[in-house]
């Protein structure tokens, strides 16, 4: 026993050493006090492998008492390495236009270990080997699967507090996987230590997005006071409500729907298909019928967004062998078709009724924030999907502040740990809008104090 014993350790850390990072440049890992750990954690029965990257926090790593946050962007199809480089992590690139990578004041890991999973399988420099088509219970799974296999190689970080933190589909990605760990735990023996949740613009009910992304529209003079919404409001699936949104998108069409207040970039050869533009937003404002969102690629682009210094960067040989990943991959902010197939069938109705058996369990803190510069998912659709739950509101609407006494934003509480945020002038990706808050909120949280 005391061999077998000897031979795990050995093993375990020799995992751990051949994925430590010893250099992201410009940074060079040696001159700070955290180590970051980038490679492929597998899932055996179906030869997946998903690329993850763990920050350790700049606090005791010995501490079994600092939480370990799992990170999961959205898409579906999008890579958290978003999260890691232009959000979270402690090297960001802090503008859209920054060649470089800059330390980040206020990356996460100043109180709590970051764990980026590029998830569902073929996702940025994850394999997906087997064209699978992923559907919102298969990825729970899976990432319920790459938890355990993380604990298996990193098990001394197995007691500490998990909290599940994302943003946009993670709204479907996170209370999903919660409900996983938590039937995980009424039936094994080794319990996974979760914590609670902190889920930003998070799709969480697809059936009344698309209206609540025309009212928004309305409420912020992005469309004129004549445009009329009316069919829409009565059936949101139909064909007129359809039409509606495209007209709109006419309409908006160089507006950054992520950040309204933000810029737009894109090509004027783009702009001149309008069909093209059509599709394009139709897939990332998810836009559906019957309740199905069907993702197989991400060709035409992000709208408005421009990551070619992560794109580059990423790319870069040199720094995809720093990050110990396949150096013929592609990577993509979300995935392309021509780089691999990817498939995705959403199914929405599921995630609210998950939603409220996580609330009735009444063990797990959830914070719900919003940007409230942000068209895509809009802070009035998630409170629209909190009125459907079954939960009573304990402290009305009131302002919180930040950095020097300046208004955040407005949040609301609820019964069963549950609290909803805004975020002032922030638009989809809070932490890369404001830092401060966004931090500010997040630490707030773990330590579940008041704002």
């Known amino acids: 026993m005391i061999q077998i014993l000897i031979l795990t350790i050995v093993h375990i850390n020799g995992l751990q050493m051949e994925d430590k990072v010893s250099y992201l440049p410009p940074f060079n890992m040696s001159d700070q006090n955290f180590s970051i750990f980038s490679g492929y954690l597998s899932i055996t029965n179906n030869n997946q492998s998903f690329h993850y990257v763990f920050v350790q926090s700049q606090l005791n790593n010995l501490d079994i008492n600092v939480p370990l946050v799992l990170?999961?962007?959205?898409?579906?199809?999008?890579?958290?390495?978003?999260?890691?480089?232009?959000?979270?992590?402690?090297?960001?690139?802090?503008?859209?236009?920054?060649?470089?990578?800059?330390?980040?004041?206020?990356?996460?890991?100043?109180?709590?270990?970051?764990?980026?999973l590029e998830s569902p399988s073929g996702v940025g420099f994850s394999h997906n080997p087997l064209n699978i088509t992923f559907n919102d219970q298969q990825t729970a799974d899976d990432n319920l699967k790459i938890i355990q296999e993380f604990y298996s190689s990193y098990p001394e970080y197995q007691k500490n507090p998990l909290w599940l933190a994302g943003e946009s589909y993670g709204g479907a990605y996170i209370p999903l996987?919660?409900?996983?760990?938590?039937?995980?735990?009424?039936?094994?023996?080794?319990?996974?230590?979760?914590?609670?949740?902190?889920?930003?613009?998070?799709?969480?009910?697809?059936?009344?997005?698309?209206i609540s992304q025309l009212i928004y529209q309305k409420e912020h003079q992005l469309l004129p006071p004549t445009f009329d919404i009316t069919g829409c409001e009565k059936n949101v699936t139909s064909e007129e409500c359809e039409n509606i949104n495209y007209d709109a998108w006419k309409i908006t069409k160089r507006i950054n729907p992520y950040d309204i207040y933000g810029y737009c970039y894109y090509e004027e050869n783009e702009m001149e298909d309008e069909l093209q533009w059509i599709q394009q937003m139709k897939q990332f404002m998810m836009i559906h019928n019957n309740n199905i969102v069907n993702v197989t690629n991400h060709d035409l682009g992000v709208p408005c967004v421009q990551i070619?210094?992560?794109?580059?960067?990423?790319?870069?040989?040199?720094?995809?062998?720093?990050?110990?990943v396949d150096e013929n991959i592609e990577w993509f902010m979300c995935t392309k078709q021509q780089n691999?197939?990817?498939?995705?069938?959403?199914?929405?109705?599921?995630?609210?009724?998950?939603?409220?058996?996580?609330?009735d369990f009444n063990i797990y803190t959830i914070l719900l924030y919003n940007g409230d510069a942000d068209s895509v998912v809009p802070w009035i659709d998630t409170l629209r999907s909190l009125q459907k739950l079954n939960v009573s509101i304990t402290e009305e609407w009131r302002p919180y502040y930040v950095k020097n006494n300046q208004l955040g934003g407005y949040t609301q509480g609820y019964l069963n740990k549950l609290r909803f945020v805004t975020v002032r002038g922030a638009g989809h990706m809070v932490p890369q809008n404001d830092r401060i808050t966004a931090f500010y909120l997040f630490n707030q949280t773990l330590n579940e104090e008041t704002f």
Not at 308 to 324: E, G
Not at 340 to 359: A, C, G, H, N, T
């Open 71 to 116: 990170w999961l962007n959205g898409g579906p199809g999008c890579s958290s390495m978003i999260g890691f480089l232009q959000e979270i992590g402690p090297f960001v690139f802090m503008n859209e236009d920054d060649e470089s990578l800059q330390f980040n004041e206020y990356s996460w890991n100043r109180v709590a270990h970051l764990l980026f």
């Open 177 to 210: 996987l919660a409900e996983k760990i938590k039937k995980f735990n009424d039936l094994e023996v080794a319990v996974i230590n979760l914590k609670g949740m902190m889920i930003g613009n998070g799709v969480t009910n697809l059936t009344h997005l698309p």
């Open 308 to 324: 070619d210094n992560i794109q580059n960067y990423l790319n870069d040989v040199k720094i995809k062998r720093y990050l110990h």
């Open 340 to 359: 691999k197939q990817f498939k995705y069938v959403s199914d929405p109705p599921i995630v609210m009724k998950v939603l409220q058996e996580l609330l």
